[in-house]
């Protein structure tokens, strides 16, 4: 069965680059999360799209922001990157907000 | 606010030993899903339960299961004979509304099963 697919699944940057994350949903699914995940920490929520429109927003910062386009694929764009981005960055999708499934993740480093 | 506490930072266990992992939550909310899930060494989460807050009723999965307990707000998940491929980093999650559209994790249990 498909699954979520997240690009890419490493990813290396300097302090104040900028930085695009991907996330492909599970097919016919509405909804899509994005969370961000420290090293050794809980998954933190960032921002959820609902048929492509914002439905929530978690503790994502000023410099990052995120949309999902017409063919239902999100993604996160990050700017001024600093050393404590660098995280295990996931994507979930849903279909009706039932159960969330979760992408491998991308891992940002910040150099 | 939502809050997700698993007090069991790291657990060590023999193979073939069973365990529990406990998971204790807050909310204010009357309707809530409960979630467990597990992040192995690769890195990904993978999904193992929903559970509504109306269905108290336990769950069994293989050797998985699962014991709710509203009156204590308990969500605790017990692996049977457990094997080395359970090891991982175990995470309960709360759903921050009726639907499960922002989920706040705890801060996750690490299960290291050995021979």
């Known amino acids: 069965a498909a699954g979520v697919i997240q690009s890419p699944r490493h990813l290396i940057k300097e302090k104040r680059e900028t930085a695009t994350l991907k996330c492909y949903p599970i097919p016919r699914h509405d909804t899509v999360y994005w969370y961000q995940q420290g090293p050794g920490q809980d998954p933190q929520f960032l921002i959820s799209?609902?048929?492509?429109?914002?439905?929530d927003k978690g503790s994502i910062p000023d410099r990052f922001s995120a949309q999902q386009f017409s063919d239902y694929h999100s993604e996160l764009n990050m700017s001024s990157l600093e050393l404590g981005d660098s995280a295990l960055y996931f994507c979930?999708?849903?279909?009706?907000?039932?159960?969330?499934?979760f992408g491998s993740g991308t891992q940002l480093s910040v150099l | 606010a939502q809050k997700v506490t698993q007090a069991q930072t790291e657990i060590s266990v023999v193979e073939k030993e069973d365990v529990t992992l406990d998971c204790v939550y807050e909310t204010r909310d009357t309707t809530y899903y409960l979630f467990w899930y597990k992040q192995p060494p690769s890195g990904e989460l993978v999904f193992l339960i929903r559970?509504?807050?109306?269905?108290?009723q336990n769950e069994i999965s293989g050797r998985y299961s699962w014991n709710f307990q509203k009156s204590t707000s308990s969500f605790n998940f017990t692996i049977t004979a457990s094997q080395v491929v359970d090891s991982a980093v175990y995470f309960c999650a709360l759903s921050d509304t009726g639907t499960a559209s922002k989920l706040t994790f705890g801060t996750g249990t690490r299960l290291q099963v050995t021979l």
């Open positions: 799209f609902y048929e492509k429109m914002q439905s």
């Open positions: 559970r509504n807050s109306f269905d108290e």
């Open positions: 979930a999708s849903s279909l009706a907000g039932e159960k969330l499934f």
